[in-house]
């Protein structure tokens, strides 16, 4: 069983920038990719970015490509989330996740969730 804690949300203005962290425990993830998904309100849940942890090949949804980074900590076994020119779009509960995946885009791949964290972006 993989354990997922998120932090770093919070409230931040338009054009600012949040770093979410999400630490991962309880059994090896060499085989694992994690990845980052979000959920509006009154919207579907949402690819955001996801790395390979054995070889840290990553992916980006469209809507992020170019603001967000996705990257990894192999000692402190955490994956982290650079948010950088934050749209209100963006607001969100942000869920981190964990699985042995061949596509990273897709959240049904995913057998591991962690409790999710808020970002509001304001305008």
């Known amino acids: 069983q993989v354990q997922l804690v998120e932090s770093g949300g919070g409230l931040v203005q338009a054009g600012g920038s949040l770093r979410l962290s999400c630490a991962a425990s309880g059994r090896t993830l060499r085989n694992h990719a994690m990845g980052w998904f979000r959920r509006a309100p009154g919207k579907e849940r949402e690819f955001v970015a996801a790395i390979r942890w054995s070889g840290g090949s990553t992916d980006y949804a469209n809507s992020v490509k170019g603001r967000f980074t996705i990257s990894r900590d192999n000692a402190k076994i955490t994956v982290y989330l650079q948010m950088n020119s934050l749209k209100p779009e963006d607001t969100a509960v942000y869920y981190c996740?964990?699985?042995?995946?061949?596509?990273?885009?897709?959240?049904?791949?995913?057998?591991?969730w962690g409790q999710g964290t808020q970002v509001t972006v304001s305008s």
């Open positions: 996740a964990a699985g042995i995946v061949t596509g990273l885009g897709s959240a049904d791949n995913y057998a591991h």
